[in-house]
């Protein structure tokens, strides 16, 4: 676990506001199983990922989604073909496709992101927890009191990566779509290492819990 979270947890925040937790980590390192843990302590959770497909699920920005990423992109009935886009972006010379891509769905992912922590507020839960892949890239963590990275060895990112379609190939250009690990390790208030079981990373969840709410304390 990193050190403690730096002070911009409790400065200018009213006692009833819910705790905003950003999770971030690499691709396939397994940060919504973090994010479930979480909501299981009580966190109400908002996942980019998620948001972002049903973005795409809105005929109007599918259009623009498909114009961003090349043709041969947009299905029968006006709907996006997910497979298709994804092979685009992570393929051999997607990075400027994926940056247009990015363009039309970040917009409204914040927008609905900032709705999820107004929801909480408004429910009064404890904490919220934003899932979001590039949360520092695209600052998103200026929204959260504490960031945690989730990291894992490439071995285990691997074998989660094949269980959901990719190869090795496209889980390093999923890599090469961020920025360096290092970097975001660096950033990041706690880290949690999902290399070793369950059981250790519920109990890393647990102790971040712990700690954030303590910090909170007068």
Do not use: Y
Not at 44 to 52: G, K, M, N, S, V
Not at 198 to 208: E, F, M, N, Q
């Amino acid at each position: 676990m990193a050190p403690p979270p730096r002070s911009r947890s409790s400065r200018g925040r009213r006692r009833r506001d819910p705790l905003v937790l950003g999770v971030t980590g690499l691709p396939a390192s397994g940060k919504s199983t973090v994010a479930a843990m979480f909501r299981a302590l009580g966190a109400e959770a908002a996942d980019a990922d998620r948001l972002a497909g049903e973005a795409l699920a809105l005929p109007g920005i599918a259009r623009r989604a498909a114009r961003a990423v090349g043709p041969g992109t947009l299905g029968p009935g006006g709907r996006l073909d997910r497979a298709a886009v994804a092979a685009r972006v992570f393929g051999p010379g997607g990075s400027a496709a994926l940056r247009r891509l990015e363009a039309v769905l970040h917009p409204p992912v914040r927008r609905w992101l900032r709705a999820a922590v107004a929801g909480a507020r408004r429910r009064r839960a404890p904490a919220v927890v934003l899932d979001v892949p590039l949360l520092f890239e695209r600052g998103v963590d200026r929204m959260c009191d504490a960031t945690v990275f989730v990291d894992a060895p490439r071995a285990a990112r691997l074998r989660r990566a094949r269980r959901r379609g990719w190869t090795a190939a496209e889980l390093r250009a999923r890599d090469l779509s961020q920025a360096p690990a290092a970097e975001r390790r660096r950033r990041a208030d706690f880290v949690v290492r999902n290399g070793g079981g369950i059981p250790a990373a519920r109990l890393a969840v647990r102790g971040i819990w712990e700690r954030v709410f303590g910090e909170r304390r007068p």
